[in-house]
């Protein structure tokens, strides 16, 4: 059972445009939902976050857009650049349990080119 | 260190051997996570700790793999008989504390049975 659904697989973006993606969750237990930034050989790279309470969080050129009632959350990355060609996850883990895990549950990740 | 790493960056094995793999978390943090990211399963939890202890070992595949923890830092997973189906990148994440929903990872170990 895939409980993050990321759409979509592939993206490819003219360079300053808008970079779109988005994820679908069905486990109300989530409660932190984190964007990954990875690049080819190295490791996945936090890129921003967001908790529940909030419908949107923004850091300089990365937004993600939070809808709790639809279970969905996306990435808006601005001003797209060459530099930003890299493979994005989302993810999301559960509220605080006893045994202090916060496994990530990610979706299986969209390869974003931009071009110049 | 300024960051998670893990060691060796690639391994290569023959089906039916043992591997180890290392990871050392960033200095302070508590919790530990490993992962294993491969084409068909994409980034799959394996292992969670908290210090020396693993409260939540759902993720594990099989009995084949194991870890542990030693001094609340360095960490090894060790994967018996390999199979060819546990070729793959596993990678680890360190956070803050158990209370820290932020993981940091490391750069992987690819993992190449034969």
């Known amino acids: 059972q895939q409980q993050v659904k990321q759409s979509p697989q592939s993206l490819i973006v003219q360079k300053g445009g808008i970079s779109i993606i988005n994820c679908a969750y069905e486990?109300?237990?989530?409660?932190?939902f984190p964007w990954y930034q990875q690049f080819p050989g190295k490791g996945p790279a936090l890129l921003i976050a967001?908790?529940?309470?909030?419908s949107e969080k923004k850091e300089g050129r990365f937004t993600i857009s939070f809808n709790k009632s639809a279970k969905q959350f996306s990435l808006h990355i601005m001003d797209s650049q060459p530099g930003d060609s890299a493979t994005y996850f989302c993810?999301?883990?559960?509220?605080?349990?006893?045994?202090?895990?916060?496994?990530?549950?990610f979706g299986k990740g969209t390869k974003l080119s931009v071009i110049p | 260190g300024a960051g998670v790493s893990q060691s060796p960056s690639n391994k290569v094995t023959e089906k039916g051997k043992d591997v180890e793999l290392r990871c050392d978390p960033i200095s302070g943090h508590t919790a530990l996570y490993w992962y294993r990211q491969s084409l068909g399963q994409g980034l799959e939890f394996l292992i969670y700790f908290q210090g020396n202890s693993a409260p939540d070992k759902s993720g594990l595949p099989s009995d084949r793999f194991s870890a542990e923890r030693t001094g609340g830092s360095v960490s090894t997973l060790t994967i018996q008989r390999t199979q060819q189906e546990d070729s793959a990148v596993y990678l680890c994440a360190s956070s803050r504390d158990s209370g820290s929903y932020e993981q940091y990872f490391g750069p992987g170990t690819r993992l190449t049975v034969t």
């Open positions: 993810a999301a883990s559960p509220a605080y349990s006893g045994a202090g895990s916060y496994q990530l549950t």
């Open positions: 486990n109300t237990a989530f409660d932190y």
């Open positions: 967001i908790r529940p309470d909030v």
